[in-house]
Protein backbone atom coordinates (compact mmCIF):
# COMPACT_ATOMS: atom_id res chain seq x y z
CA UNK A 1 0.00 0.00 0.00
CA UNK A 2 1.26 3.58 -0.92
CA UNK A 3 1.17 5.84 1.92
CA UNK A 4 -0.42 8.22 0.01
CA UNK A 5 -3.23 7.36 -2.44
CA UNK A 6 -4.39 9.83 -5.08
CA UNK A 7 -7.29 8.96 -7.82
CA UNK A 8 -5.31 9.56 -10.60
CA UNK A 9 -8.53 11.07 -12.52
CA UNK A 10 -8.61 12.46 -15.41
CA UNK A 11 -11.47 14.21 -14.19
CA UNK A 12 -13.38 16.50 -16.81
CA UNK A 13 -15.69 18.80 -15.42
CA UNK A 14 -17.45 22.09 -17.33
CA UNK A 15 -16.76 25.67 -16.25
CA UNK A 16 -18.16 27.06 -13.31
CA UNK A 17 -18.44 23.52 -11.74
CA UNK A 18 -17.13 22.27 -7.89
CA UNK A 19 -14.14 20.37 -8.17
CA UNK A 20 -13.32 18.06 -5.40
CA UNK A 21 -9.99 16.42 -5.31
CA UNK A 22 -9.00 13.89 -2.81
CA UNK A 23 -5.89 11.70 -1.30
CA UNK A 24 -5.90 9.14 1.78
CA UNK A 25 -2.79 8.42 3.99
CA UNK A 26 -1.86 5.87 5.59
CA UNK A 27 0.86 6.95 8.02
CA UNK A 28 -0.91 9.15 11.03
CA UNK A 29 3.07 10.69 11.81
CA UNK A 30 2.26 13.01 8.77
CA UNK A 31 0.84 15.93 9.76
CA UNK A 32 1.48 18.89 7.74
CA UNK A 33 -0.39 18.68 3.98
CA UNK A 34 -0.03 20.62 0.60
CA UNK A 35 -1.41 21.16 -2.51
CA UNK A 36 0.78 21.61 -5.57
CA UNK A 37 -1.21 22.69 -9.05
CA UNK A 38 1.09 21.80 -11.94
CA UNK A 39 0.78 23.14 -15.82
CA UNK A 40 1.68 20.63 -18.33
CA UNK A 41 5.81 20.64 -18.56
CA UNK A 42 6.05 22.99 -15.93
CA UNK A 43 7.42 22.43 -12.24
CA UNK A 44 4.43 21.93 -9.03
CA UNK A 45 3.43 25.39 -8.10
CA UNK A 46 2.18 25.41 -3.92
CA UNK A 47 -1.17 26.24 -3.68
CA UNK A 48 -2.61 25.46 -0.37
CA UNK A 49 -0.48 24.52 2.89
CA UNK A 50 -2.06 23.79 6.23
CA UNK A 51 -1.64 21.99 9.51
CA UNK A 52 -4.55 21.40 11.26
CA UNK A 53 -7.79 19.41 10.67
CA UNK A 54 -10.66 21.43 9.31
CA UNK A 55 -10.75 23.94 6.14
CA UNK A 56 -8.46 26.29 4.80
CA UNK A 57 -9.72 28.22 2.52
CA UNK A 58 -8.14 30.89 -0.45
CA UNK A 59 -9.89 32.15 -2.77
CA UNK A 60 -11.78 29.60 -4.76
CA UNK A 61 -9.51 27.26 -3.52
CA UNK A 62 -10.62 25.54 -0.37
CA UNK A 63 -8.10 22.64 1.81
CA UNK A 64 -9.85 20.18 4.17
CA UNK A 65 -8.04 18.09 6.32
CA UNK A 66 -10.05 14.82 8.24
CA UNK A 67 -6.94 13.59 10.23
CA UNK A 68 -9.19 10.64 12.48
CA UNK A 69 -9.88 9.28 8.77
CA UNK A 70 -6.33 10.40 7.16
CA UNK A 71 -8.46 11.96 4.48
CA UNK A 72 -7.49 14.93 2.66
CA UNK A 73 -9.63 17.01 0.16
CA UNK A 74 -9.28 20.38 -2.48
CA UNK A 75 -11.87 21.94 -3.15
CA UNK A 76 -11.97 24.29 -6.23
CA UNK A 77 -15.54 26.50 -6.98
CA UNK A 78 -16.10 28.40 -9.81
CA UNK A 79 -13.62 26.52 -11.65
CA UNK A 80 -12.14 28.01 -14.54
CA UNK A 81 -9.85 26.72 -17.70
CA UNK A 82 -7.45 27.87 -16.33
CA UNK A 83 -7.65 25.71 -13.32
CA UNK A 84 -6.74 22.74 -15.99
CA UNK A 85 -3.98 20.84 -14.60
CA UNK A 86 -2.42 18.13 -12.93
CA UNK A 87 -3.14 18.68 -8.76
CA UNK A 88 -0.92 16.59 -6.41
CA UNK A 89 -1.36 16.25 -2.25
CA UNK A 90 1.80 16.40 -0.75
CA UNK A 91 2.47 15.41 2.85
CA UNK A 92 5.53 16.05 5.75
CA UNK A 93 5.45 13.70 9.29
CA UNK A 94 5.04 16.06 12.22
CA UNK A 95 9.48 16.09 13.39
CA UNK A 96 12.13 14.42 12.46
CA UNK A 97 15.13 14.90 10.28
CA UNK A 98 13.02 13.79 7.51
CA UNK A 99 12.05 16.36 5.65
CA UNK A 100 10.81 15.31 2.05
CA UNK A 101 7.82 15.38 0.74
CA UNK A 102 5.69 12.15 0.01
CA UNK A 103 3.38 12.92 -3.38
CA UNK A 104 0.20 11.11 -4.78
CA UNK A 105 -0.12 10.09 -8.08
CA UNK A 106 -1.15 13.42 -9.17
CA UNK A 107 -5.15 13.96 -10.57
CA UNK A 108 -5.60 15.10 -14.34
CA UNK A 109 -8.37 18.12 -14.56
CA UNK A 110 -9.91 19.26 -17.38
CA UNK A 111 -12.06 22.58 -16.87
CA UNK A 112 -14.01 22.93 -20.50
CA UNK A 113 -15.06 25.99 -21.55
CA UNK B 1 12.35 37.62 -7.18
CA UNK B 2 13.14 34.98 -8.79
CA UNK B 3 12.36 31.52 -8.12
CA UNK B 4 14.43 28.41 -7.85
CA UNK B 5 16.29 28.08 -11.80
CA UNK B 6 16.98 24.78 -12.98
CA UNK B 7 19.19 24.05 -15.97
CA UNK B 8 19.64 22.35 -18.61
CA UNK B 9 15.55 22.77 -19.12
CA UNK B 10 16.12 19.40 -21.48
CA UNK B 11 18.95 16.98 -21.74
CA UNK B 12 19.33 14.07 -24.42
CA UNK B 13 21.64 11.48 -23.81
CA UNK B 14 23.52 8.37 -24.72
CA UNK B 15 23.30 5.36 -22.70
CA UNK B 16 26.09 5.31 -20.95
CA UNK B 17 26.89 8.74 -20.74
CA UNK B 18 27.21 11.00 -17.45
CA UNK B 19 25.07 14.09 -17.20
CA UNK B 20 25.06 16.88 -14.47
CA UNK B 21 22.05 18.26 -13.71
CA UNK B 22 22.07 22.31 -12.01
CA UNK B 23 19.70 23.97 -9.18
CA UNK B 24 19.92 27.08 -7.99
CA UNK B 25 17.77 27.60 -5.55
CA UNK B 26 15.86 30.63 -4.33
CA UNK B 27 17.99 33.05 -2.30
CA UNK B 28 18.21 32.89 1.40
CA UNK B 29 16.60 29.44 1.56
CA UNK B 30 18.93 26.87 2.96
CA UNK B 31 17.20 23.44 2.25
CA UNK B 32 17.58 22.39 -0.96
CA UNK B 33 16.00 18.98 -2.01
CA UNK B 34 16.30 16.90 -5.36
CA UNK B 35 13.06 15.12 -6.75
CA UNK B 36 12.88 12.57 -9.89
CA UNK B 37 8.62 12.37 -11.65
CA UNK B 38 8.37 9.89 -14.14
CA UNK B 39 5.14 8.17 -15.82
CA UNK B 40 4.83 5.06 -13.75
CA UNK B 41 6.27 6.28 -10.72
CA UNK B 42 5.20 9.66 -9.84
CA UNK B 43 7.20 11.96 -7.85
CA UNK B 44 9.88 10.67 -5.82
CA UNK B 45 12.18 12.64 -3.23
CA UNK B 46 16.22 11.72 -4.27
CA UNK B 47 18.38 13.63 -1.50
CA UNK B 48 18.06 17.00 0.96
CA UNK B 49 20.25 19.41 1.78
CA UNK B 50 19.94 21.43 4.92
CA UNK B 51 22.35 24.53 5.77
CA UNK B 52 26.07 22.57 6.49
CA UNK B 53 24.33 19.21 7.55
CA UNK B 54 25.18 16.22 5.89
CA UNK B 55 22.80 15.33 3.30
CA UNK B 56 19.63 12.99 3.63
CA UNK B 57 20.99 10.26 0.47
CA UNK B 58 18.02 8.07 1.59
CA UNK B 59 16.18 8.54 -2.15
CA UNK B 60 19.02 7.93 -4.20
CA UNK B 61 17.93 4.61 -6.36
CA UNK B 62 21.96 3.32 -7.16
CA UNK B 63 25.12 4.81 -6.73
CA UNK B 64 25.67 5.98 -10.26
CA UNK B 65 23.57 9.31 -8.73
CA UNK B 66 25.07 11.63 -6.35
CA UNK B 67 24.79 15.81 -5.46
CA UNK B 68 26.46 18.54 -3.94
CA UNK B 69 25.66 21.58 -2.84
CA UNK B 70 28.38 24.19 -3.05
CA UNK B 71 29.01 27.40 -0.84
CA UNK B 72 25.40 26.63 0.60
CA UNK B 73 23.77 27.84 -2.47
CA UNK B 74 24.11 25.93 -6.28
CA UNK B 75 23.32 22.23 -6.53
CA UNK B 76 24.40 19.62 -9.12
CA UNK B 77 23.26 16.15 -9.51
CA UNK B 78 25.00 13.60 -11.30
CA UNK B 79 24.24 10.73 -12.73
CA UNK B 80 26.91 8.54 -14.32
CA UNK B 81 26.62 5.59 -16.70
CA UNK B 82 22.94 6.34 -17.58
CA UNK B 83 20.53 4.29 -18.22
CA UNK B 84 17.03 4.33 -20.23
CA UNK B 85 15.11 4.03 -17.10
CA UNK B 86 16.85 7.38 -15.76
CA UNK B 87 14.65 9.01 -18.23
CA UNK B 88 12.23 11.49 -15.96
CA UNK B 89 12.40 15.01 -15.04
CA UNK B 90 14.57 15.88 -11.83
CA UNK B 91 12.80 18.87 -10.17
CA UNK B 92 14.31 20.68 -7.40
CA UNK B 93 13.11 22.60 -4.81
CA UNK B 94 13.94 24.90 -2.01
CA UNK B 95 12.67 25.93 0.83
CA UNK B 96 13.88 28.27 4.15
CA UNK B 97 15.08 26.98 7.30
CA UNK B 98 12.64 25.08 9.55
CA UNK B 99 9.53 26.15 6.92
CA UNK B 100 7.30 23.24 5.68
CA UNK B 101 6.60 24.75 2.05
CA UNK B 102 8.55 24.00 -0.52
CA UNK B 103 9.19 25.90 -4.05
CA UNK B 104 10.20 24.34 -7.14
CA UNK B 105 11.80 24.64 -9.78
CA UNK B 106 11.11 23.77 -13.82
CA UNK B 107 12.78 21.02 -13.93
CA UNK B 108 15.10 19.11 -16.55
CA UNK B 109 13.77 17.10 -18.89
CA UNK B 110 16.45 14.11 -19.29
CA UNK B 111 15.87 11.50 -21.95
CA UNK B 112 18.52 8.88 -22.39
CA UNK B 113 18.66 7.41 -25.66
Known amino acids: QKEVEQDPGPLSVPEGAIVSLNCTYS??????FMWYRQYSRKGPELLMY????GNKEDGRFTAQVDKSSKYISLFIRDSQPSDSATYLC?????????????FGSGTQLTVLP | GAGVSQSPSNKVTEKGKDVELRCDPI?????LYWYRQSLGQGLEFLIY????????KSGLPSDRFSAERTGGSVSTLTIQRTQQEDSAVYLC???????????FGPGTRLTVL
Open chain 2, 93 to 103: ASSLAGYNEQF
Open chain 1, 27 to 32: NSAFQY
Open chain 1, 50 to 53: TYSS
Open chain 1, 90 to 102: AILPLSGSARQLT
Open chain 2, 27 to 31: SGHTA
Open chain 2, 49 to 56: FQGNSAPD
